[in-house]
């Protein structure tokens, strides 16, 4: 059987032992001399590596490839299941999808680039299964029906070809997978997410994802990938704390760097913004003279007086409280110091469920609150109070994690060796204070505050410092309104991009002849004129002719974009002269790496839609901040002009509502001049969309 001229393989079972290691695949073949472009790479990708299920013959427009593999060394003879992950490849046909034009093309400065014929879905799901597998839930009691299955045994509903085409394109707007990208047939794409353990996986975590994708778009040269940046760590905006701790995002360790700016920023004003909101100066919140500390101040300068090295700044600080979170999470146990004599767990005692240390744990807080004062209270007294509540194992092992944990009431538990008999004793005090003052004592100078200690910190500080909203009051006012406008630029800049340059790894050596190929269109009416769509690679043998080039030339746009489906190639540009039959190395020689090639489109074939990503409706941006395309943040248009800007800079709150009447600040001067009087907001209707906003925001990764 063959379903778009490519066979199926039957899904066979294999060991573990047998699938590609998901860590290093896939690997790079050495001395190769010609990287072909994406549109022929990803053919041989899947066909050399890939199982496509029959159940995918249904949906021919979302085809689904399947790739097994394992993680590190998991083999068969050990507990492997959870140590396979499956990678899905949805080969979707974009003329016949649900949706023909590409939101993320919009927002990243790619809505001149003309529709591509294929989108590429990579996605890994959170489950573990496969997008193009035998099975599909019922649409009404969400029932596990084979799909040969129409009617459901539990509630005897009927499902239809509709139904399971819905839950397939579900499948791709699913925003739990652990893995989606998608690219486009002329090689540019976009990451929309990456969840890694906090996502819910068991056995990958985020960089381990990352590692994989980036290998997958150098493999397949892949031209250049966009990712809107909005995740979230600890509840707290990422991008801003890796921006203030590594002047970059989190992306920026796979090569993404700065793509483009909501409301009109520019690089240089992003790297500005990170240098201001990077040094600002602690000793701005230290504690004056003769005046109370308050609680910010006291846990600057506790982390001060952990560090080994000056905590000068901000970037400092963040970056000093990250590593002790990270050191924390590594470290087990988390707490005390290593070098600190505890009671030992036997090795063949399992571990308990959350809910039984929560209940030991509560029960010796208990305790602690009842002791009065500043009295400390001992290892074998505090085990002996609570002794009833669990087994002797489950005691020691919660005695040895209490110390640094948050009680009720702001408090939090300190331990320490006491100095006369260096017995283990424990007691209740303010948080970060206590640990602050207790870290003086000699026996506990190493000892520091528990993970959780550490995020609440992290927490608070990035709410007193960094986020625009909450960053507390402090002089001079320059510096601090400084702060607050970079923290702002820093949360609008989302946008980031790697550019792969596979052309550069495109080298014929005397073999094949590489060239990149350059469109100029005649003949475009008025109503269809674009940009000229981004250049393709095209690969010939060392003794080809003009002709051939031209021929390539022309499959190559046809292949890859839906509004050259019908374009030939005419002539060469700078060598319409040149006869037919000429050798390409002759007219090109030996140093020209590109050509322009001059054609059209035959016919009146009605692909003038297809003709870029932006859509066929007309509509103009020019906010009043710069801004000349979609951003992905929200607008409003101008009833009396009809030109869409920003909703925040026409001075509405993200968090109000879209007025329904509006005319912008030109108008409004414009109409004051024609009648001499002033103009009210509200004295026109407004045209919006349904939601009150200018195109549809990205989906986070």
């Known amino acids: 059987m063959v379903v778009n001229g490519m066979p199926i393989k039957r899904m066979k079972r294999r060991v573990t032992a047998d699938l ?5 695949f896939p690997s790079f073949a050495s001395g ?9 790479n990803v053919r041989s990708f899947l066909t050399k590596h890939a199982l496509m299920p029959p159940p995918s013959s249904l949906f021919p427009h979302l085809m689904t490839w399947q ?12 507990d492997s299941s959870s140590a396979i992950v499956c990678l899905d490849v949805v080969e979707e046909d974009v003329a016949r999808s649900r949706s023909i034009y590409c939101d993320q093309c919009r927002v990243v400065g790619w809505s001149g680039h003309p529709v591509c014929s294929k989108r590429y879905h990579f996605i890994i799901k959170a489950d573990g299964n496969s997008i193009g597998g035998y099975h599909k839930p019922c649409v009404r009691c969400e029932d596990t029906l084979h799909l040969s299955e129409l009617r459901c045994k539990s509630c005897s509903h009927v499902t239809t070809t509709d139904d399971v085409e819905d839950w397939a394109y579900h499948q791709l707007e699913d925003t739990t997978h652990l893995l989606h990208g998608v690219i486009h047939s002329n090689g540019y794409g976009h990451l929309l997410r990456v969840n890694g353990r906090e996502g819910g996986s068991r056995v990958l975590s985020g960089c381990h994802i990352m590692d994989f994708w980036d290998r997958i778009c150098k493999a397949l040269a892949v031209r250049k990938v966009s990712v809107m940046d909005v995740s979230k760590k600890y509840g707290l905006e990422y991008r801003l704390l890796q921006a203030i701790t590594k002047g970059r995002p989190w992306y920026g360790d796979w090569g993404y760097e700065f793509g483009a700016g909501s409301f009109a920023l520019t690089f240089d004003a992003y790297k500005s913004a990170v240098e201001t909101l990077s040094s600002v100066p602690l000793s701005i919140f230290l504690p004056q003279v003769f005046k109370p500390s308050t609680r910010l101040q006291d846990i600057i300068s506790f982390y001060q007086s952990l560090s080994q090295c000056q905590l000068v700044n901000i970037k400092d600080l963040f970056c000093f409280l990250m590593r002790l979170i990270h050191d924390a999470h590594k470290s087990y146990p988390r707490v005390m110091d290593a070098t600190c004599k505890k009671p030992r767990i036997s090795s063949g005692v399992l571990s308990w469920s959350r809910a039984d240390v929560g209940r030991v744990e509560e029960a010796m807080f208990r305790v602690l609150r009842a002791v009065s004062g500043s009295n400390w209270v001992s290892y074998r007294a505090l085990r002996g109070a609570v002794c009833r509540v669990a087994p002797p194992a489950l005691l020691d092992h919660c005695l040895m994690e209490l110390g640094g944990k948050l009680a009720a009431e702001g408090m939090v538990v300190n331990v320490r060796h006491n100095p006369d008999s260096g017995a283990l004793e424990y007691r209740l005090e303010p948080q970060n204070v206590s640990i602050s003052t207790s870290c003086n004592d000699s026996c506990v100078a190493n000892c520091l505050p528990s993970e959780e200690v550490l995020k609440q910190d992290l927490k608070f500080l990035y709410a007193c410092l960094l986020h625009p909203q909450t960053m ?7 510096t601090r309104n400084l702060a607050i406008s970079s923290a702002e630029k820093l949360l609008d800049c989302k946008q980031f991009m790697k550019d792969y340059k596979p052309e550069k790894l495109a080298s014929g050596n005397g073999v094949m002849i590489c060239l990149s190929c350059q469109l100029e269109i005649v003949d475009q009416s008025e109503e269809i004129a674009a940009p000229d769509p981004p250049a393709e690679l095209v690969v010939l043998p060392v003794n080809a002719i003009v002709s051939d080039l031209k021929i390539e030339a022309s499959k190559a746009f046809q292949e890859v974009y839906l509004a050259f489906r019908r374009f030939q190639a005419e002539e060469l540009v700078g060598y319409g002269s040149v006869d037919e039959s000429t050798q390409v190395k002759l007219v090109m020689g030996s140093t020209e790496e590109s050509v322009r090639v001059r054609g059209r489109c035959l016919g009146k074939n009605g692909l003038s839609k297809y003709r870029v990503e932006r859509g066929i409706e007309r509509w103009t941006v020019d906010c009043i901040c710069g801004a000349k395309d979609d951003d992905g943040e929200r607008m409003l248009a101008c009833d009396v002009c009809g030109v869409w800007q920003h909703t925040r800079c026409s001075g509405i709150n993200d968090s ?5 009447k509006f005319v912008c600040y030109r108008c409004r001067e414009s109409l004051q001049m024609t009648a001499g009087v002033g103009q009210c907001k509200n004295q026109t209707v407004s045209s919006l969309s349904s939601n009150g906003s200018f195109g549809k925001s990205l989906t986070t990764p």
């Not at 190769?32 to 022929?40: D, E, G, H, I, M």
């Open 32 to 40: 190769s001399s010609v990287t072909p472009p994406f549109r022929a």
């Open 472 to 478: 507390l009051s402090y002089a001079p006012d320059q």
């Open 67 to 78: 790739i097994l593999f394992r993680v590190g060394d998991a083999t068969e003879g050990s």
């Open 656 to 660: 109000d509502a879209v007025p329904a």
């Open 20 to 24: 590609y290691d998901f860590l290093t």
